[in-house]
């Protein structure tokens, strides 16, 4: 039987992915091609190899990958590491993976932030731990604390902070427990991408986000459940003038930003992703002591 070249396999897969109407076809065949070769498709080898006939283990491989893939599942669950905020972060089923949107939170937790030296920042709801981990790694902490109920994405989190050699805390639980909240320090920033997808889009969830877990997306009816929890709650765990700091979805940011001024936030701001999509709301706990004297210099 004549055997096909890897840069065959390549072609005919890219007719399948395209027949699918997948995007970023050139890239999703590379990366399953690379991880079948266990060659980076990246490195010169690679493209190297492409020329040679396929071997017979490696051709079965990859098309196992890239059937699961044709079947939806998320690139990242099958390569089962993505980058986030230039870190390497693993991934599979039962975690939500990083996305490029939540880099924006970092971003604006960083420019407000970078100028302070050992401050205490608690992650809630946090997942792979992308968001704490990154932190840690460009402000200068004190202490991380990184919140997470899911016995299955703890596992993943607690893998991030040993692959990113993080000195991040892990707590493992739900954070509307006392004993979580007890446990949970006073912080100078408190940032969360909690679950935020209302019932009704939950039932229109593209493809790839159903295989990632319920418990991450599903933010009660109107998708807000989680920020006036969080609000209520944690505000009692910043220290004044501590920034509370949420991911939000679209369209989400009045909602988000008055639940933030009922509880006394003061500066309370959002701010867009790269596509212009308001991402993030943030906002002051108030000082009291600053606010009791300004009051009395009036
Ligand atoms: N950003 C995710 C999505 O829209 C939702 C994650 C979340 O609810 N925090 O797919």
Redesign the pocket.
Known sequence: MVRNTYSELKRCWTKKFSDSDKENIEFEINELLGMALGIDCRNPLFAEKLIEVADEQIEKRFEKLAARRMNGEPLQYILGEWEFYGLPFKVGEGV?IP?Q??ETVVDVAIRKLSDRHGIIVTDL?SGSGCIGIALEKNLYCEKVVCVEKSDKAVEYLRQNVRLNGSEAEVLHGDIFREDVINAVPMSDLIVC?????TAEDMQT??RE?TF?PES????GED?LDYYRDITRIYKDKLKNGGLLMF?I?IGQEDEVMRILIQHGFTNVRTRADLLGVNRCVFGEKADKIKLCTDVMSV
Do not use: K, S
């Open positions: 939500l996305r949107d939540t709801c991408n909690p679950p935020y997808i969830l593209q986000v990632e991450a997306l599903f933010g998708g991911e979805g």
